[in-house]
């Protein structure tokens, strides 16, 4: 198509995990660098970009679906329609063959050069296609800088890939390999953050803590300087691999006071042949161990995991190891999903002989169980006292405040006075309410 307009506004629909969420971040801010502007809820933008997952295989059919949706706003208002992220990446030149609605089709690591993409795009060129990945060698972080006034809360990327290779992850086949981002561009990223208003970080990667920049800085340090610069109140990381959790890092948690009591630690199974098989590297009883472990060593630890259900092989006594060590962990939060084969992994050729009506009893019977612990640790919180990072107004109750605890977990609460997001109170728990806690400010928070 050529002689398009250039577009002056956008809006990005995202999907999948965190990294995700910030890549779509990173991007909307490079946008508004060349003067583009966020289109209104009502009013279609000129560019669309559809940031995609493809972890399991609905999202990835959601995100297909949703680049459709654009499909007559292509045609007859020339919107230009990008499809990012690990769909993306995955499928390459076959979405452009296959979808001819697409404008671009573009990898996790072409955002950098979005601005250029979006150039040629606006000249008439396209459809175009960028899935060209980092290397070790050449690690390309995009080093944005962060808005003259940011949220409480931000996240930051660390290291980006994987060199994991669970035998159902896609994720090392579109994020490509691990590489650590150095610790000196991660603690000016906070201090800008901070001096911008922003009061806690979560520190992304696939596997953080087995971050280790060039220069030799791993993960434990990487935590205590951020703490020692002390620029914002709350540092977060997700996700740990149960495999890297080792003393030095517990003891970061429990000793470093701007290092918040919440891990997420993927157990995915609890039976040692099904871990075996994931190419996980720990078995059932050395996940327990360190899990009990950080609970012993920093009590209010809140511990959060991922669980497959329905992995090649699965029987009914495998399936009672993952409830066994659900049942002694005792998550705060547990996502649980079933077992879909996944293009160019390992586990994909292998028959995928959970029968789907068993995949769907597990689920269920599992997620019984997670429900009853994350009530139970709910439940252990009332009549203590929280600090509460402030969000907002309450989304049930717009007469209340919201905001997490340091554990990660969502109160809803009520204040004499107003408040604004990114203040840090007091909270004195009083119930439970669903999946939700409740409480009241302290007057002294
Ligand atoms: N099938 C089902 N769940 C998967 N996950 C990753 N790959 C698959 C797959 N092929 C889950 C894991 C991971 C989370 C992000 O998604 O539990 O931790
Ligand atoms: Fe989905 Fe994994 Fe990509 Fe995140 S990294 S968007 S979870 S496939």
């Known amino acids: 198509?050529?002689?398009?307009?250039?577009?002056?506004?956008?809006?990005?629909?995202?999907?999948?995990?965190?990294?995700?969420?910030?890549?779509?971040?990173?991007?909307?801010?490079?946008?508004?660098?060349?003067?583009?502007?966020?289109?209104?809820?009502?009013?279609?933008?000129?560019?669309?970009?559809?940031?995609?997952?493809?972890?399991?295989?609905?999202?990835?059919?959601?995100?297909?679906?949703?680049?459709?949706?654009?499909?007559?706003?292509?045609?007859?208002?020339?919107?230009?329609?990008?499809?990012?992220?690990?769909?993306?990446?995955?499928?390459?030149?076959?979405l452009l063959k296959k979808v001819d609605y697409l404008d671009a089709v573009l990898g996790p690591d072409a955002i950098g050069r979005l601005p250029d993409?979006?150039?040629?795009?606006?000249?008439?060129?396209?459809?175009?296609?960028?899935?060209?990945?980092?290397?070790?060698?050449?690690?390309?972080?995009?080093?944005?800088?962060?808005?003259?006034?940011?949220?409480?809360?931000?996240?930051?990327?660390?290291?980006?890939?994987?060199?994991?290779?669970?035998s159902y992850c896609i994720v090392p086949y579109v994020r490509g390999r691990e590489v650590s981002r150095p610790a000196g561009d991660i603690l000016r990223e906070v201090e800008?953050?901070?001096?911008?208003?922003?009061?806690?970080?979560?520190?992304?990667?696939?596997?953080?803590?087995?971050?280790?920049?060039?220069?030799?800085?791993?993960?434990?340090?990487?935590?205590?300087?951020?703490?020692?610069?002390?620029?914002?109140?709350?540092?977060?990381?997700?996700?740990?691999?149960?495999?890297?959790?080792?003393?030095?890092?517990?003891?970061?948690?429990?000793?470093?006071?701007?290092?918040?009591?919440?891990?997420?630690?993927?157990?995915?199974?609890?039976?040692?042949?099904?871990?075996?098989?994931m190419n996980r590297g720990y078995r059932g009883d050395e996940f327990l161990d360190?899990?009990?472990?950080?609970?012993?060593?920093?009590?209010?630890?809140?511990?959060?995991?991922?669980i497959i259900v329905g992995f090649p092989g699965e029987n009914e006594s495998d399936f009672q190891r993952t409830l066994a060590i659900v049942e002694q962990v005792r998550f705060d939060q547990a996502y649980s999903f079933k077992y879909s084969p996944r293009p160019l992994t390992a586990a994909a050729r292998w028959p995928d002989d959970v029968p789907a009506e068993i995949k769907t009893e597990r689920l269920e019977r599992l997620q019984l169980l997670i429900s009853e612990c994350e009530q139970e640790r709910l439940s252990l919180q009332v009549g203590s006292r929280q600090q509460v990072l402030v969000e907002g107004t309450s989304i049930r109750d717009s007469q209340a405040w919201r905001g997490r605890t340091r554990s990660n977990q969502v109160v809803n609460f009520s204040s004499n006075g107003r408040l604004l997001p990114g203040q840090l109170v007091e909270v004195e728990i009083v119930e439970v309410r669903g999946h939700t806690l409740w409480g009241r400010m302290l007057d002294n928070g």
């Not at 000129?46 to 679906?65: F, M």
């Open 1 to 94: 198509m050529s002689g398009r307009r250039s577009p002056s506004t956008f809006t990005i629909r995202t999907f999948g995990c965190q990294m995700n969420e910030h890549d779509s971040e990173k991007m909307s801010r490079l946008l508004l660098d060349m003067g583009l502007r966020p289109a209104g809820d009502s009013i279609p933008a000129d560019l669309v970009i559809i940031n995609t997952c493809s972890v399991r295989a609905k999202p990835e059919h959601k995100a297909l679906s949703e680049a459709g949706r654009y499909q007559s706003a292509r045609r007859h208002r020339g919107t230009l329609v990008l499809l990012t992220g690990c769909v993306a990446q995955q499928e390459g030149q076959k």
């Open 290 to 306: 360190k899990a009990l472990r950080l609970r012993q060593v920093v009590p209010q630890i809140a511990i959060t995991t991922d």
């Open 117 to 166: 993409i979006v150039s040629r795009l606006s000249r008439g060129q396209g459809p175009l296609l960028d899935v060209q990945l980092h290397t070790r060698s050449e690690p390309r972080f995009i080093n944005v800088d962060p808005p003259l006034r940011a949220g409480p809360k931000a996240l930051v990327t660390i290291m980006k890939g994987c060199d994991n290779f669970c």
């Open 192 to 277: 800008s953050l901070a001096r911008a208003g922003c009061r806690e970080v979560t520190l992304l990667g696939q596997n953080v803590n087995s971050y280790h920049d060039a220069r030799g800085t791993g993960f434990a340090q990487l935590l205590r300087a951020l703490n020692e610069q002390a620029a914002v109140e709350r540092i977060r990381f997700t996700s740990s691999h149960p495999r890297d959790v080792d003393e030095q890092m517990i003891a970061v948690v429990a000793e470093c006071q701007r290092v918040c009591e919440h891990v997420h630690l993927g157990l995915q199974s609890g039976s040692d042949s099904v871990l075996r098989r």
